[in-house]
């Protein structure tokens, strides 16, 4: 079955580079409210493992798509202004949270999330002014304010599921791992080719590792594709958290743990995977648990 018109139509909004310019505008402003912290890494989810923003959009749109269709249902009035008045009260953290998740994207992204925030903010001010309809006696006008608002909060809805499904925004992208791994041990370098001190690039199979070395001839691996939006990690810095050597990803800045594999800080929300190690006759051999 060929794909309806319309949603082709929105394969071309990740490459509308008429929209940079106002990209560019909106990030500067959202970096001056949202700074790099432990407050910007709850709201991209670090604390969960999982990203916010999809569970922070489900209260205001259930409760806008329930006031709409309670003015289908005689004497509902009363409880439509309720639900309205709790989805407007209810939308500052998914404002938040979504915007935290898009100041790190790609540009393709950036540009499909800007019309998706537009469209939903839109839809936001005309459930206001639906809400301030009805408290004014005017239900009528204020029931065709709302219907308009679920119209254009569902097409916002449809750039989200654009963003997630399509372009991948805010998936793992180190799930892959474990099922591209093989079981067993498998070499990864002669231990002496390993530089102590210094990320490195390896691979087991068809899978980008990275390797760390310690100075008493330890190391760890972990997969080098950051869960983010897979930046090489191996391009990354080495820095400490809380006395732990962490690696942070050259694209957006997310920490992950050398010693575990975990995030240690945003906007990743996903661990790397982890691979167990072993020297063998002086060649490094890694495992990953759980793989095939």
């Known amino acids: 079955m060929e794909t309806l018109l319309p949603f082709k139509m929105l394969d071309g909004l990740e490459n509308a580079y008429v929209l940079d310019g106002a990209v560019a505008a909106v990030r500067?402003?959202?970096?001056?409210?949202?700074?790099?912290?432990?407050?910007?890494?709850?709201?991209h989810g670090v604390p969960t493992?999982?990203?916010?923003?999809?569970?922070?959009v489900q209260i205001p749109i259930g409760a806008w798509t329930s006031a709409v269709?309670?003015?289908?249902?005689?004497?509902?009035?009363?409880?439509?202004?309720?639900?309205?008045?709790?989805?407007?009260a209810s939308a500052a953290p998914a404002v938040l949270s979504g915007l935290a998740d898009w100041?790190?994207?790609?540009?393709?992204?950036?540009?499909?999330?800007?019309?998706h925030s537009a469209a939903n903010a839109t839809g936001a001010l005309l459930f206001g002014a639906s809400l301030v309809l009805r408290c004014t006696k005017r239900n009528r006008a204020g029931t065709i304010a709302?219907?308009?608002?679920?119209?254009?909060v569902a097409f916002g809805g449809t750039l989200g599921g654009q963003l997630a499904y399509r372009l991948a925004a805010g998936a793992n992208h180190a799930e892959s791992v474990p099922h591209l791994v093989s079981s067993g041990w498998h070499p990864v370098d002669r231990l002496a080719n390993i530089a102590p001190g210094k990320l490195t690039k390896r691979m087991v199979g068809e899978v980008s590792v990275l390797v760390w070395r310690v100075a008493n001839g330890q190391a760890t691996v972990l997969s080098n594709e950051c869960s983010h939006l897979s930046g090489p990690l191996s391009d990354g810095e080495v820095l400490e958290v809380k006395g732990v050597p962490c690696v942070e990803c050259p694209w957006h800045g997310s920490r992950f743990s050398l010693a575990t594999g975990q995030v240690t800080g945003g906007p990743a929300t996903s661990p790397q995977a982890f691979f167990e190690t072993r020297v063998v006759e002086g060649v490094l051999e890694a495992r990953l648990p759980h793989a095939g």
């Open 103 to 115: 100041l790190e994207l790609h540009p393709q992204h950036q540009r499909v999330g800007l019309v």
């Open 69 to 88: 269709f309670l003015d289908f249902v005689p004497g509902a009035s009363t409880a439509s202004r309720v639900l309205i008045a709790v989805g407007l």
């Open 49 to 56: 493992g999982h990203p916010v923003h999809p569970l922070a």
């Open 146 to 152: 709302s219907a308009a608002a679920l119209a254009i």
């Open 28 to 43: 500067q402003m959202v970096r001056q409210v949202i700074r790099p912290g432990p407050v910007k890494d709850i709201l």
